[in-house]
């Protein structure tokens, strides 16, 4: 287990959050502890019965580079955390493509 810092920003500006995380987390499961525990006004791309690389809805920038949330990229530092595109609906959900 490990505690990282996770910068995300919101519509109002970016906040920071400490979140504890455990081995092979994706983004997506990082964003839905913040969400669960300490945060549930942060708004992200939700999509239970996918998350796992199909839809292609839940793209997000991490680190500057954009991705599926969901992906299988596990999350093992500091996280940047913005929008994918200057089309912003609220916080990290933008309208789709
Ligand atoms: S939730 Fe569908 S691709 Fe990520």
């Known amino acids: 287990?490990?505690?990282i810092k996770v910068c995300i920003k919101r519509s109002e500006g970016f906040k920071e959050y400490m979140v504890e995380t455990e081995e092979g987390m994706s983004v997506m499961d990082v964003l839905e502890r913040i969400y669960d525990e300490q945060d549930n006004t942060l708004a992200f791309f939700r999509h239970e019965a996918c998350h796992q690389e199909a839809c292609g809805k839940c793209l997000v920038r991490v680190n500057g580079k954009v991705c599926?949330?969901?992906?299988?990229?596990?999350v093992e530092d500091e996280l940047v955390l913005e929008p994918w595109s200057d089309r912003?609906?609220?916080d990290l959900v933008c309208e789709q493509p």
Not at 68 to 74: S, V, Y
Request: proline share 0%; charged share 25%.
């Open 68 to 74: 599926l949330a969901c992906g299988h990229e596990a």
């Open 88 to 90: 912003v609906v609220r």
């Open 1 to 3: 287990m490990k505690t």
